[in-house]
T-cell receptor, first 112, second 114 residues
Framework: GENVEQHPSTLSVQEGDSAVIKCTYSDSASNYFPWYKQELGKGPQLIIDIRSNVGEKKDQRIAVTLNKTAKHFSLHITETQPEDSAVYFCAAPDTGRRALTFGSGTRLQVQP | EAGVAQSPRYKIIEKRQSVAFWCNPISGHATLYWYQQILGQGPKLLIQFQNNGVVDDSQLPKDRFSAERLKGVDSTLKIQPAKLEDSAVYLC????????????FGSGTRLTVV
């Protein structure tokens, strides 16, 4: 099955700085890599995703990069704001089970 | 578009009692998932339905957990009897299915077993 590792587990940045969260995966057949944001008391919400036929995708202040050879992908948040504070999860499909396997999460704290 | 609805939002029970959670997915979403999220960890898949059939329940503790999806729409997840280690948030998600992994999650049910 798929194994997804995520780091760091916690990340504190100053408002306006950039934040980077990294994940590795094990299933070489995986072709879809989403990132979810989870705020307190809520379910995870998809914020950006990337498919294996592209190396980078941007949406305003967030971007995801993918290196299929090395089997890792990263979330980049620029010009961080206090409302970016949350727990972020990466995920990758377990192609055998046809469901997403999630990383352990990164708690991002943006200091005003 | 309405989101994934879950109820109740919170539940506190004593160990060895039973509990049930309910999920109503997004209309037209063929695939429904139940995930368990223990505090400080990522969601872990318990069971996956495609329409009203089980696709994968390999990580469901079947001696105490059961789930069903009636008529391929709503789903219930039951725990009987509950153990202390079942304390977690139970998340329901749905997707169009097939090669679409675009999950929409509900807000979850926070279960505390005392």
């Amino acid at each position: 099955g798929e194994n997804v590792e995520q780091h760091p587990s916690t990340l504190s940045v100053q408002e306006g700085d950039s934040a980077v969260i990294k994940c590795t995966y094990s299933d070489s057949a995986s072709n879809y890599f989403p990132w979810y944001k989870q705020e307190l008391g809520k379910g995870p919400q998809l914020i950006i995703d990337i498919r294996s036929n592209v190396g980078e995708k941007k949406d305003q202040r967030i971007a995801v990069t993918l290196n299929k050879t090395a089997k890792h992908f990263s979330l980049h948040i620029t010009e961080t704001q206090p409302e970016d504070s949350a727990v972020y999860f990466c995920a990758a499909p377990d192609t055998g089970r046809r469901a997403l396997t999630f990383g352990s999460g990164t708690r991002l704290q943006v200091q005003p | 578009e309405a989101g994934v609805a879950q109820s109740p939002r919170y539940k506190i029970i004593e160990k060895r009692q039973s509990v049930a959670f309910w999920c109503n997915p997004i209309s037209g979403h063929a695939t429904l998932y139940w995930y368990q999220q223990i505090l400080g960890q990522g969601p872990k898949l318990l069971i996956q339905f495609q329409n009203n059939g089980v696709v994968d329940d390999s990580q469901l503790p079947k001696d105490r957990f059961s789930a069903e999806r009636l008529k391929g729409v709503d789903s219930t997840l039951k725990i009987q009897p509950a153990k202390l280690e079942d304390s977690a948030v139970y998340l329901c998600a749905s997707s169009l299915g097939g090669d679409s992994y675009g999950y929409t999650f509900g807000s979850g049910t926070r279960l505390t077993v005392v």
